[in-house]
């Protein structure tokens, strides 16, 4: 599965020592080369206010210079045979396609052998044929942001105007489909849609998209004004804040995860490709996640503003986590400093005790710092604060994860868990073992005929 690198990916690997010195074994940057500039005025987003970062700025455009700098140190310091860009903002497409192919010249100019991929996030909103045919050209994998059908999409995904969006959204999928532009949708599970998650899950197969994201949006706001005028703020914010309105409820988060996980599993396993339930099955197989959120440590993948600034991660694009500029400090030194490192190694050594003794701990490993505000039940600080609706998915899916990571190391395929599902159902029903007018065993409070066992 190709996924599209965004705020909770990254190539993220464990501190290793070269030569005596502490270093991340490879690292990614989310490239914002407009900044926080976007043509929408999402409700929920929390970086069009970073323009806040830059008070009198009007020139968004990441200038030559700076990019030209950026490509070239990018690939020059990357060990990898394989150099992944990922371009992001604000909304890249802003900058027009003319910017993109002086990109490419610049990758093709600096290359030296190695082979260069893009991704590209957008709202979809400019996407028209000549950006098709660039991007299929270019072999960009795109990845469009959608929230489901068009009440839970407009919502909270508006113009500046305040205008829905979902049509001219539809409009720019239909155009890479049209040109064979690979993609994927990128979900934000927000307080509303996570009330409808079948309905969300089987919108997005409908529309084509066989490989899904599904991003959990969870922000506070600050009481009063925060640091640099900044409304939503970072974990350790000393002011008081509250979580927002838009922001997923754990427990319903994870119920949005389970009742999707359920139709897939039994369904689509094999044929649609949802990022969270590959990434744990990675972690039962014993493997690192490829999602940052979920390892041990963090730290390798960043964030870098418009005018070269490099900031810690791209939910902490805060002052206080800025590592640098590229322009006045090699890339290198930054990405590998003594101050980036501690960021990444903070995330272990902040895991509250609850956290160390958890039975789900290898798959979860305490999931993003920036959700970690909340206290433990013997109030120690550092709770994520999604961790009920996390507890919940990592037990519900255990059984079924367990038998495809069996599968593997037999060297079948995963997907024969669906057979593998109809024939216990079947038997358990015809031996009564099951109560279909009984709890669920999930948790979710539903009977278990209205949920894990709707499709038996």
């Excluded at 949006?217 to 350790?236: H, M, Q």
Aim: charged fraction near 25%; hydrophobic fraction near 35%; include cysteine.
């Amino acid at each position: 599965m190709g996924t599209l690198p965004n705020s909770s990916d990254g190539h993220a690997g464990g501190v290793v020592r070269f030569g005596g010195q502490e270093r991340l074994p490879a690292f990614h940057i989310m490239t914002k080369p407009v900044g926080p500039l976007c043509n929408l005025d999402c409700k929920y987003c929390f970086y069009l206010e970073k323009e806040k970062l830059y008070p009198g700025k009007s020139d968004w455009r990441m200038p030559e210079d700076v990019l030209e700098s950026y490509v070239r140190q990018y690939i020059e310091v990357q060990s990898a045979e394989v150099i992944s860009f990922a371009w992001q903002g604000g909304e890249p497409t802003l900058l027009g396609v003319d910017y993109f192919r002086k990109v490419v010249e610049l990758q093709k100019k600096y290359a030296n052998g190695k082979r260069i991929e893009n991704a590209f996030q957008t709202n979809g909103f400019l996407l028209d044929d000549r950006w098709g045919e660039f991007l299929a050209e270019n072999r960009f994998l795109v990845g469009l942001s959608i929230d489901g059908p068009a009440a839970m999409h407009d919502r909270y995904r508006v113009d500046k105007g305040g205008q829905p969006t979902f049509k001219r959204v539809i409009r720019g999928l239909n155009t890479l489909k049209k040109h064979g532009v690979e993609f994927n949708t990128l979900t934000v599970v927000q307080r509303h849609n996570s009330q409808h998650p079948l309905e969300v899950y089987r919108f997005l197969k409908e529309v084509g998209s066989g490989f899904i994201q599904f991003i959990p949006i969870v922000e506070r706001v600050a009481e009063g004004t925060g640091p640099a005028d900044l409304a939503l703020v970072a974990p350790g914010a000393p002011q008081p804040a509250r979580v927002s309105e838009w922001s997923v409820e754990p427990l319903q988060y994870g119920r949005f995860l389970c009742r999707i996980f359920d139709e897939w599993v039994l369904n689509d396993v094999g044929r649609v490709f949802v990022q969270l339930f590959d990434v744990a099955l990675e972690m039962w197989c014993g493997l690192p996640a490829s999602l940052c959120v979920f390892r041990e440590t963090c730290g390798a993948a960043m964030a870098m503003e418009h005018n070269g600034d490099l900031y810690s991660c791209d939910h902490f694009v805060y002052r206080e986590n800025k590592l640098g500029n590229i322009m006045e400090s090699p890339l290198e030194s930054l990405v590998f400093s003594p101050q980036q490192v501690k960021f990444g190694q903070d995330k272990l050594d902040s895991l509250p005790r609850y956290c160390r003794e958890c039975d789900v701990r290898f798959a979860c490993n305490g999931e993003c710092p920036k959700h970690r505000f909340i206290r433990t039940p013997e109030g120690e600080e550092g709770l994520n604060y999604l961790c009920a609706g996390y507890k919940l998915f990592f037990h519900h899916v255990d059984p079924y994860m367990q038998f495809m990571a069996s599968e593997l190391r037999h060297q079948r395929a995963p997907a024969n868990v669906m057979d593998w599902i109809r024939l216990r159902d079947g038997k358990d029903n015809e031996k009564g073992r099951t109560g279909r007018n009984e709890p669920c065993a999930c948790g979710s409070g539903l009977k278990y005929k209205k949920c894990c066992g709707r499709n038996s």
